[in-house]
């Protein structure tokens, strides 16, 4: 794997493109849960443009974080700054991927739960919905953290792209 000293155009429109549309499927996850729980009890509920705008939300950030996964692998991504201690620079990489894997198992489970009708798949969705915020809080807290603490700005790394 390469490493550049920046991230590329594409994967930092990239990667804010998956941020809005994870942050879409919560809040306005309503919809679909509802809609979701209709279907467990055997009951009508009504067309609300909410629900498909999910199960498309879910289907493209599958496409974009495979995407992202193409450029990750092809153009690689920059080392972590200098001054990381050790243990820091594990953690963020195992975030960093584990933020590939966990939005994979969202989309995927919330595909079975609503087209193959599985409940055990809605389950492993509610389960992972819990992970994924967690990832993300971890994510957004490592901002300052990177800014206040280790007095640099990792920020700029995902605004401004490598020449
Ligand atoms: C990364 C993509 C996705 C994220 C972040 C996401 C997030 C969520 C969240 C937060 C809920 C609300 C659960 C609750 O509190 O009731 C939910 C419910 C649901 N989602 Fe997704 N979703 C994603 C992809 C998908 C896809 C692709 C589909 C279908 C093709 C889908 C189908 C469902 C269903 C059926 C529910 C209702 C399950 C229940 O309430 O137990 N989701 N999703
Ligand atoms: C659900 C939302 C988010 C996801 C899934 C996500 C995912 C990721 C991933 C996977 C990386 C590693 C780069 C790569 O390998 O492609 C990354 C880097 C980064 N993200 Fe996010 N992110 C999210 C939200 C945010 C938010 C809200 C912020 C800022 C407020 C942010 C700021 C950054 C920064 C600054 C980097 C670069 C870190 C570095 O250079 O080492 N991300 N993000």
Do not use: C
Not at 63 to 73: D, E, G, K, S, T
Not at 105 to 126: C, P, R
């Amino acid at each position: 794997m390469t490493h550049p000293t920046g991230y590329s155009g594409a994967q930092i429109a990239l990667h804010w493109i998956v941020a809005l549309l994870v942050a879409g499927q919560y809040i306005f996850k309503d919809s679909i849960a509802s809609a979701w729980d209709a279907i467990r009890q055997g009951t009508d509920y009504a067309f609300d443009p909410l629900i498909p705008a999910h199960v498309a939300g879910g289907g493209l950030i599958l496409v974009f974080i495979l995407w992202r996964l193409a450029l990750r692998l092809t153009h690689g991504a920059p080392p972590p700054p200098e001054n990381e201690p050790a243990p820091l620079k594990v953690l963020s990489h195992v975030a960093h991927w584990a933020f590939y894997v966990v939005l994979a198992i969202m989309s995927v489970s919330g595909a079975l739960a609503w087209f193959a009708d599985l409940t055990i798949a809605a389950q492993v969705h509610n389960i992972f919905k819990v992970v994924l915020l967690a990832l993300v809080a971890l994510h957004v807290l490592a901002i300052p953290f990177h800014r206040i603490v280790l007095k640099n700005n990792v920020m700029v790394r995902m605004l401004r792209p490598a020449r």
